[in-house]
C-alpha cells in the first residue's frame, strides 16, 4: 500500500504575443515500500495521453502542448488531443509561432496544420489543416475552400509573384485548392495555406485523419522524395 504522496509543481514561461504565459504543472513522487516512483510528468488532469506523449521528440514539446491544450475547455480539448496526436505520429511536430502552434515535418518543413485561440471575447479555438492535394474530400471541406475565397478574394495567392508559387516543389507546380461557384465558375485558392475547420466536432475526426495522411503522402513523395504509401 502507497504512501501519501508530495505534490511538486514546475512553472513553464510561453510568450504569447506580447504577453507572457505562465503555467503551473504538477506532478507527484510516491514512496512505496522504501523506493520513490513519480508519476507520468504532465499535469495531474492528464491532458495529454502518455500514448500521444511518447511520440513527442522533446520534453519542451510535450509541455508546449499541454500547456496550450490546458486552455481549451472540456469539449474542445480531447478533439485537439486526438488531432495533435495524430499529426505526432506521422512526425508532425508542434511549434510555437507567435500566438498559435504549428505542426511541421522535419523532412520537408512544411505547415501541414496550426492550432490556436481566436481573439475574440470567448477566446474559441481553431484547428486549420494544409489538404489541397486531397481529393474526394466532403461538400463540408468543400464549402471551406468556397468561404475562404468569398471572404477574401484579394487574398487568394498572397505568396506567389508573377504566377510562380514560392512554395513550389522543385520542378513541380503544386496543387491548388479549387471551388466551383453555382454559375459554374471555379476559382482557386493557394494550395500551401492551412484553412480553419470551423465548429469541430467528433463526426469530424475521421476524415481530418484521413486528409492528414493523405497531404502528408504528397508533401514526403514531392518535398523529400519519400514514398509513404
Same mark, same amino acid.
Given at each position: +500500500? !502507497?504512501?501519501?504522496?508530495? /505534490?511538486?509543481?514546475?512553472?513553464? =514561461?510561453? =510568450?504569447?504575443?506580447? !504577453?507572457?504565459?505562465?503555467? *503551473?504543472?504538477?506532478? %507527484? %513522487?510516491?514512496?512505496?515500500?522504501? %523506493? /520513490? /516512483?513519480?508519476?507520468?510528468?504532465?499535469? *495531474?488532469?492528464?491532458?495529454?495521453k502518455e500514448r500521444a506523449l511518447s511520440r513527442l521528440k522533446t520534453k519542451r514539446q510535450?509541455?508546449?502542448?499541454?500547456?496550450?491544450?490546458?486552455?481549451?475547455?472540456?469539449?474542445?480539448?480531447?478533439?485537439?488531443q486526438d488531432m495533435a496526436a495524430y499529426l505526432s505520429e506521422l512526425g508532425y511536430y508542434p511549434r510555437k509561432q507567435r500566438s498559435y502552434i504549428v505542426f511541421r515535418h522535419d523532412s520537408?518543413?512544411?505547415? +501541414?496544420? =496550426?492550432m490556436g485561440v481566436t481573439w475574440t471575447k470567448d477566446h474559441s479555438p481553431y484547428f486549420a489543416l494544409r489538404f489541397s492535394a486531397c481529393k474526394g474530400y466532403s461538400q463540408r471541406f468543400a464549402e471551406i475552400i468556397g468561404d475562404f475565397i468569398r471572404k477574401?478574394?484579394?487574398?487568394?495567392?498572397?505568396?506567389?509573384?508573377?504566377?510562380?508559387?514560392?512554395?513550389?516543389?522543385?520542378g513541380d507546380k503544386p496543387p491548388v485548392y479549387q471551388y466551383v461557384f453555382p454559375d459554374g465558375t471555379v476559382k482557386a485558392l493557394c494550395g500551401a495555406k492551412a484553412l480553419v475547420i470551423p465548429d469541430i466536432t467528433k463526426d469530424d475526426i475521421d476524415e481530418i485523419k484521413k486528409? *492528414? =495522411?493523405?497531404?502528408?503522402?504528397?508533401?514526403?513523395? /514531392?518535398?523529400?522524395?519519400v514514398s509513404v504509401i
Open positions: +500500500m !502507497r504512501a501519501a504522496g508530495a /505534490r511538486h509543481c514546475l512553472c513553464i =514561461k510561453l =510568450k504569447t504575443g506580447q !504577453r507572457s504565459l505562465y503555467r *503551473i504543472l504538477y506532478w %507527484t %513522487t510516491y514512496a512505496v515500500s522504501g %523506493t /520513490r /516512483r513519480q508519476n507520468a510528468a504532465f499535469p *495531474i488532469n492528464g491532458l495529454f510535450e509541455e508546449l502542448l499541454n500547456t496550450f491544450l490546458s486552455e481549451f475547455d472540456d469539449e474542445s480539448r480531447p478533439l485537439y520537408h518543413n512544411r505547415e +501541414m496544420a =496550426k477574401n478574394p484579394e487574398r487568394l495567392f498572397p505568396h506567389c509573384e508573377n504566377g510562380n508559387c514560392v512554395f513550389n516543389a522543385e486528409l *492528414i =495522411k493523405e497531404e502528408h503522402a504528397y508533401l514526403m513523395l /514531392r518535398e523529400a522524395g
